[in-house]
């Protein structure tokens, strides 16, 4: 089919030229005197995104999934406590994990479309007198329901406990697109992939440890080897890596880290606000609803829209595909063929996620939906419209 197919999934995420021409080099000896010059700013600049100053960051080899077994057996012993709250696929999978590592994970189900119970959680928190809740694992942004988390609730339920259980956070959709404090909210560990808001192909697993969590490792008994972080805090010192990086990579993390900084953090969280909000609308007027039950849980980088009764969400994603090039994300586990979800994350703007909602709205009365058409468009243009930043008239 002539032209592109337009990428709307939470995740690869579109990648700017600039990044794809930063990643286009020739290999390099990651031994070679100067291969510290790229790689300890890296790591410094890395902690602007995560907004820490006492964190250290890491940058491995690996994904996502990766980064929860980072967090979990560099900090943690087998048997300890953790606590977690399942509401989406990726929240289901970090816990499916820490069982499968052999910590004793207590869990809450909540419905699907929420996100943490922060009255609950601070109430079992000050039941857990003994203290033997040694992490929480909270998915700041659940990517499969389209719900993000208040993880400055989280520390304030936290601190209103008094209790020292360290708090790890999920922020594979949520960091470089989110606003996410890793200092003011007292995360212990951030992790993300490079697949999502770093706009990169997957293949880092980008996490930032407290000081906190860095003391951890000394006692925690887990077994560790090719994720041990002791064997990056030793290299990255000078400058290097335990093992054979992936150099493209590192060039691509270095320059969208550079257009994340020359954006501005607080106008990357912005921007991604108002494209979302723009989505809301187009849902809205559609008639439909999200996956998300409530606007405080409303994700800035993805929308999970529900299909009404009696259709399957998986043939609007079918016809957007194979009529009109458009990738639509799918459904997961228990929400699959009951909503389709359009990513809005990264580098995106507004004429682009319009092709994302014109595809979908096609898709839609493909398959029967009775949406009005141009509705959703129409609305997500005025409000982008209306909220476009002043030109000077010619």
Same mark, same amino acid.
């Given at each position: 089919m002539p032209g592109r197919t337009h990428l709307y999934v939470p995740g690869p995420t579109n990648i700017p030229d600039s990044i794809l021409?930063?990643?286009?080099?020739?290999?390099?000896?990651?031994?070679?005197?100067?291969?510290?010059?790229l790689i300890q700013p890296l790591l410094e600049d890395l902690k602007k995104i995560f907004q820490t100053k006492s964190g250290q960051c890491f940058i491995f080899p690996a994904t996502g999934t990766a980064g929860w077994e980072i967090a979990l057996t560099n900090t943690l012993s087998p048997g300890d406590k953790v606590l977690a709250y399942r509401f989406g696929q990726f929240s289901h999978l970090w816990i499916d994990m820490a069982r499968r590592l052999g910590f004793d994970v207590e869990y809450e189900e909540v419905p699907w479309g929420e996100g943490v119970p922060l009255d609950r959680l601070e109430a079992r928190l000050k039941a857990d007198t003994?203290?033997?809740?040694?992490?929480?694992?909270?998915?700041?942004?659940?990517?499969?329901?389209g719900v993000t988390s208040d993880l400055a609730g989280v520390r304030k339920a936290l601190d209103a406990a008094n209790h020292p259980a360290m708090f790890?956070?999920?922020?594979?959709?949520?960091?470089?697109?989110?606003?996410?404090?890793?200092?003011?909210?007292g995360i212990d560990i951030g992790l993300a992939g490079s697949q999502k808001g770093f706009m990169l192909p997957a293949g880092l697993a980008l996490l930032c440890f407290s000081q906190k969590a860095l003391e951890a490792r000394h006692t925690a008994k887990s077994r560790r080897c090719f994720l041990d972080i002791q064997d990056h805090i030793t290299n990255n010192a000078s400058g290097y890596f335990p093992y054979t990086p992936s150099i493209p990579l590192l060039y691509g993390l270095r320059k969208a880290i550079d257009l994340l900084?020359?954006? /501005?953090? #607080?106008n990357v969280?912005?921007?991604?606000?108002?494209? !979302?909000?723009?989505?809301? &609308?187009?849902?809205?007027?559609?008639?439909?609803?999200?996956?998300?039950?409530?606007?405080?849980?409303?994700?800035?980088?993805?929308s999970a829209i529900v299909v009404p009764q009696g259709y399957d969400a998986r043939d609007v994603m079918h016809y957007a595909y194979?009529?009109?090039?458009?990738?639509?994300?799918?459904?997961?586990?228990e929400v699959a063929g009951k909503v389709f979800r359009i990513g809005h994350l990264g580098d995106l703007n507004e004429l682009?996620?319009?092709?994302?909602?014109?595809?979908?709205?096609?898709?839609?009365?493909?398959? /029967?939906? #009775?949406?009005?058409?141009?509705?959703?468009?129409?609305? !997500?243009?005025?409000?982008? &419209?209306?909220?476009a930043p002043a030109v000077k008239p010619r």
């Open positions: 021409s930063a990643m286009h080099v020739p290999m390099e000896d990651h031994r070679r005197p100067d291969f510290p010059e003994k203290h033997e809740i040694k992490a929480l694992l909270i998915c700041h942004n659940e990517t499969a329901t790890f956070v999920d922020g594979v959709s949520s960091i470089a697109s989110i606003d996410f404090r890793m200092d003011e909210w900084l020359e954006e /501005g953090l #607080q969280f912005a921007r991604h606000q108002r494209l !979302a909000e723009g989505v809301r &609308r187009a849902v809205k007027a559609w008639g439909l609803e999200l996956c998300a039950r409530d606007p405080k849980w409303y994700s800035n980088t993805v194979h009529r009109y090039n458009l990738s639509l994300g799918a459904g997961l586990s682009m996620l319009c092709s994302a909602i014109a595809g979908a709205e096609m898709a839609m009365r493909d398959v /029967g939906i #009775q949406v009005t058409p141009g509705s959703g468009v129409a609305a !997500a243009c005025e409000y982008w &419209r209306e909220t």
